[in-house]
């Protein structure tokens, strides 16, 4: 699975506090790219989408707090 | 796919109203930001059953909406806000009278000029002393 966050809509610090909340379920990678955060991790493509979209929406629920 | 993407104007609404408006939305849809150069790309996805997009995005707006509106209120109304806070910080702090009041009431506990003690027992003391005097 691979996740591309806009740098100028998702802080860094959100997607990095995010990760590392995951890190007990999901180890993901994070890298930086041209105007994106690359989130990279091994899941089951049954269960990808679903991973997915929870965490982006975990993502935006930190931006808010 | 049910899923629905609109454009939202970048130059006209903040990323904050944007961020606070998603906020509201999370529990039932799952939601996607990107940008491009002028506008940012929200997409939609319902977390369960069929929904009217249409609607939600409608819904979306009207609230983007009313937070830009709370957005401008509390620029507006930021001084205002600092100055009753200010004034309600200022008065739980004890005034320089309460203070010069809580002082003189210590003293006059303390009775450090002896104004509290009966004039028979002053005088006594006074008379044992001259009688002693008489004496020598």
Known sequence: MILKLNKEIYPKKAVQKAVSFYKKVIIFRLKEEKGYFSVSGNIEKNNEELVKNEFLNFVLGIIRQ | MNKITFLLDSKLISLEAIYSTCYAFIDKFYIYLDKNKENVIVAFQPKEGKVNLKTIEGEFRNEL????????????????????????LYSSTPSKIEEFLTKTEEDYIEDPLGIAIPWEEKTKSKNKTKKKSKSK
């Open chain 2, 65 to 88: 909406l009313s937070n830009l509106l709370r957005e401008k209120i509390t620029k507006n109304n930021s001084k205002i806000r600092e100055y009753i806070l200010g004034q309600a």
